[in-house]
T-cell receptor
Framework: IAGITQAPTSQILAAGRRMTLRCTQD?????MYWYRQDLGLGLRLIHY???????GKGEVPDGYSVSRANTDDFPLTLASAVPSQTSVYFC?????????????FGAGSRLTVL | GQNIDQPTEMTATEGAIVQINCTYQ??????LFWYQQHAGEAPTFLSY??LDGLEEKGRFSSFLSRSKGYSYLLLKELQMKDSASYLC??????????WGAGTKLIIKP
């Protein structure tokens, strides 16, 4: 089934630990994004990648890093998790680099940092 | 600066019509999206407006007025499965998406 796969679905993590959220798409989309969604707030962009080999910072990049070694994979790493990073994380992709393209989202990863 | 507002929550009755409003302020505009998000699930695309007017897609329609900084999503013949959050997102002059906090729509029988 074409789409985006995120893992893990849910994770509880101790503060200070390193965590990588995985994201894989099989639609050959050029652009990929990581968002966090918190209650009462709109989706906030963490990092994005317009094409394999390039990445950029979004609205809330601090404490997060990404890589885009190939078209399909776009992992998000929390080097040293803090409680304020408790959130639901969504990976998304779009066919083109322009934001005017429709986003396809993964099912989300719920992360709790204690 | 940029700002986007939509009501936090709305309630409607099965079979009725509901209009979800979205107002925005921006220095540059390249379109407005609506997404639907069921609880615990991913957002899914509903509509994209870049020109003024109404676009109809089955039971759902989306309207845009660029001069007023205003859009709405109109849902007709409401069904219980329409209970979800509806997210308004503005595409700014840099082609970056600015998301509203979403409107939670509750459908009652």
């Amino acid at each position: 089934i074409a789409g985006i796969t995120q893992a893990p679905t849910s994770q509880i993590l101790a503060a200070g630990r390193r965590m990588t959220l995985r994201c894989t798409q099989d639609m050959r989309h050029n652009a990929m994004y990581w968002y966090r969604q918190d209650l009462g707030l709109g989706l906030r962009l963490i990092h994005y990648s317009n094409t394999a080999g390039t990445t950029g910072k979004g609205e809330v990049p601090d404490g997060y890093s990404v890589s885009r070694a190939n078209t399909d994979d776009f992992p998000l790493t929390l080097a040293s998790a803090v409680p304020s990073q408790t959130s639901v994380y969504f990976c998304a992709s779009s066919a083109g680099e322009s934001g005017a393209n429709v986003l396809t989202f993964g099912a989300g990863s719920r992360l709790t940092v204690l | 600066g940029q700002n986007i507002d939509q009501p936090t929550e709305m309630t409607a009755t099965e079979g009725a019509i509901v209009q979800i409003n979205c107002t925005y302020q921006t220095s540059g505009f390249n379109g407005l999206f609506w997404y639907q998000q069921h609880a615990g699930e991913a957002p899914t695309f509903l509509s994209y407006n870049v020109l003024d007017g109404l676009e109809e897609k089955g039971r759902f329609s989306s309207f845009l007025s660029r001069s007023k900084g205003y859009s709405y999503l109109l849902l007709k013949e409401l069904q219980m499965k329409d209970s979800a959050s509806y997210l308004c997102a503005l595409l700014d002059s840099n082609y970056q998406l600015i998301w509203g906090a979403g409107t939670k729509l509750i459908i009652k029988p």
